[in-house]
């Protein structure tokens, strides 16, 4: 027997009844113990998928990984081949404080994307077998009929199906702080673009500020529309910043530099007659003395600075090169409500301090 499904918009736009015959659930008795088991097997937990968290020591290791300061190693390793321990020791201090200095500001940034999961009610009342329960949220499957009153967060995504004076604090989802007044009544196709006008359903994660309402679960976990926020968060790393690539291709053309050096100064004094290994030693440390040592330090502690300037403001930076491209910014784009979103943002008319006014159209190409 196939495990039913429905989407957020669509169950919108249906009469109860109809999301109830879909999802093959009973609106004031609940579902079967049987029936629970069977849909957990397909549709998982009511929980967020966290990979499993690598250990310090392992996240301390890659933040060795930086070009340049793969090239200090190995100059600091060539210094006490060379017996030269001062500058041995030197770089060795300065490699060890810009890599301390940005695992822990990263770390405690990391911190922060654990926070979304505080938005998760740990407890809710669900209806099972005819009987009200107080059950853990986590073990909610599509199909469920929950109970909500004030205080409460809504812990899936529901279909109302009752709603006495039911009011919804939606701000962790559409930003708008003014809560929203939900019904039970079907939305037409043409009013539900968004999930900020779907007034007959209740989001994971959002409050309800007062009223008490009944709801059929359609959406769990990461199935649900606050588990597309975190899937968005968890996506993959963002591209290199301009100081980022700037830093690469500053090591690679002092690797590159050294080598050449190192191959010039041998191959001068070969010709001359000289001993190669003299003339390797002179080489090597000429490259190493070529390369500079205190450059990690300045950035490093530059940018941690304005991670802990912009934690101030309230804004958390989740890896130290991102603060950079705020600089890069000439224009920021947000909503109303001074919410950064995701979605396509087109300008449409432009007006400048001295009074000017253009309207842009865009032209396709057929």
Same mark, same amino acid.
């Given at each position: 027997?196939?495990?039913?499904?429905?989407?957020?918009?669509?169950?919108?736009? +249906?009469?109860?009844? #109809?999301?109830? $015959?879909?999802?093959?659930?009973? !609106?004031?008795?609940? %579902?079967?113990? @049987?029936? /629970?088991?069977?849909?957990?097997?397909?549709?998982?937990?009511?929980?967020?998928?966290?990979?499993?968290?690598?250990?310090?020591?392992?996240?301390?290791?890659?933040?060795?990984?930086?070009?340049?300061?793969?090239?200090?190693?190995?100059?600091?390793?060539?210094?006490?081949?060379?017996?030269?321990?001062?500058?041995?020791?030197?770089?060795?201090?300065?490699?060890?404080?810009?890599?301390?200095?940005?695992?822990?500001?990263?770390?405690?940034?990391?911190?922060?994307?654990?926070?979304?999961?505080? +938005?998760?009610?740990? #407890?809710?009342? $669900?209806?099972?077998?005819?009987? !009200?329960?107080?059950? %853990?949220?986590? @073990?909610? /499957?599509?199909?469920?009929?929950?109970?909500?009153?004030?205080?409460?967060?809504?812990?899936?995504?529901?279909?109302?199906?009752?709603?006495?004076?039911?009011?919804?604090?939606?701000?962790?989802?559409?930003?708008?702080?003014?809560?929203?007044?939900?019904?039970?009544?079907?939305?037409?196709?043409?009013?539900?673009?968004?999930?900020?006008?779907?007034?007959?359903?209740?989001?994971?994660?959002?409050?309800?500020?007062?009223?008490?309402?009944?709801?059929?679960?359609?959406?769990?976990?990461?199935?649900?529309?606050?588990? #597309?926020?975190?899937?968005?968060?968890?996506?993959?790393?963002?591209?290199?910043?301009?100081?980022?690539?700037?830093?690469?291709?500053?090591?690679?053309?002092?690797?590159?530099?050294?080598?050449?050096?190192?191959?010039?100064?041998?191959?001068?004094?070969?010709?001359?007659?000289?001993?190669?290994?003299?003339?390797?030693?002179?080489?090597?440390?000429?490259?190493?003395?070529?390369?500079?040592?205190?450059?990690?330090?300045?950035?490093?502690?530059?940018?941690?600075?304005?991670?802990?300037?912009?934690?101030?403001?309230?804004?958390?930076?989740?890896?130290?090169?991102?603060?950079?491209?705020?600089?890069?910014?000439?224009?920021?784009?947000?909503?109303?409500?001074?919410?950064?979103?995701?979605?396509?943002?087109?300008?449409?008319?432009?007006?400048?301090?001295?009074?000017?006014?253009?309207?842009?159209?865009?032209?396709?190409?057929?």
């Amino acid at each position: 027997m196939m495990v039913p499904v429905l989407d957020a918009k669509k169950a919108s736009q +249906l009469p109860v009844n #109809e999301v109830a $015959c879909i999802l093959q659930a009973e !609106l004031q008795l609940g %579902l079967s113990l @049987e029936e /629970v088991a069977r849909r957990r097997a397909y549709h998982g937990w009511n929980e967020f998928d966290i990979s499993e968290e690598e250990p310090l020591w392992k996240k301390y290791i890659c933040q060795f990984k930086d070009p340049l300061i793969l090239l200090l190693l190995a100059s600091a390793v060539i210094s006490v081949l060379m017996h030269q321990f001062d500058d041995a020791i030197s770089i060795t201090v300065a490699i060890i404080i810009v890599v301390t200095v940005a695992f822990v500001q990263e770390y405690r940034s990391e911190k922060s994307l654990e926070e979304l999961g505080k +938005l998760v009610p740990p #407890e809710c009342h $669900c209806v099972r077998d005819g009987r !009200l329960e107080q059950l %853990l949220a986590r @073990e909610l /499957v599509p199909g469920d009929t929950v109970c909500l009153s004030v205080g409460e967060r809504v812990p899936a995504d529901l279909r109302l199906f009752e709603a006495s004076d039911l009011s919804v604090d939606e701000s962790s989802l559409t930003g708008e702080t003014t809560p929203s007044s939900k019904s039970t009544a079907p939305q037409p196709p043409a009013s539900n673009g968004d999930i900020a006008s779907c007034n007959n359903l209740a989001f994971m994660g959002t409050l309800v500020r007062c009223g008490k309402a009944k709801g059929i679960v359609i959406g769990t976990g990461e199935n649900s529309e606050f588990g #597309e926020v975190f899937k968005m968060m968890q996506a993959e790393e963002a591209p290199k910043t301009p100081l980022q690539k700037s830093m690469d291709l500053l090591g690679k053309q002092l690797s590159l530099y050294s080598f050449c050096i190192i191959g010039v100064i041998m191959l001068v004094g070969w010709l001359q007659g000289k001993r190669i290994m003299d003339m390797f030693t002179i080489g090597v440390s000429l490259a190493v003395a070529a390369i500079p040592e205190g450059l990690p330090i300045v950035v490093t502690v530059t940018l941690a600075l304005g991670v802990m300037r912009m934690v101030q403001k309230r804004a958390i930076v989740k890896k130290l090169p991102i603060v950079e491209t705020l600089s890069c910014c000439n224009v920021i784009c947000s909503d109303k409500t001074g919410t950064l979103t995701k979605n396509e943002m087109t300008v449409t008319q432009v007006y400048t301090s001295d009074g000017h006014h253009a309207e842009v159209r865009l032209l396709a190409k057929l």
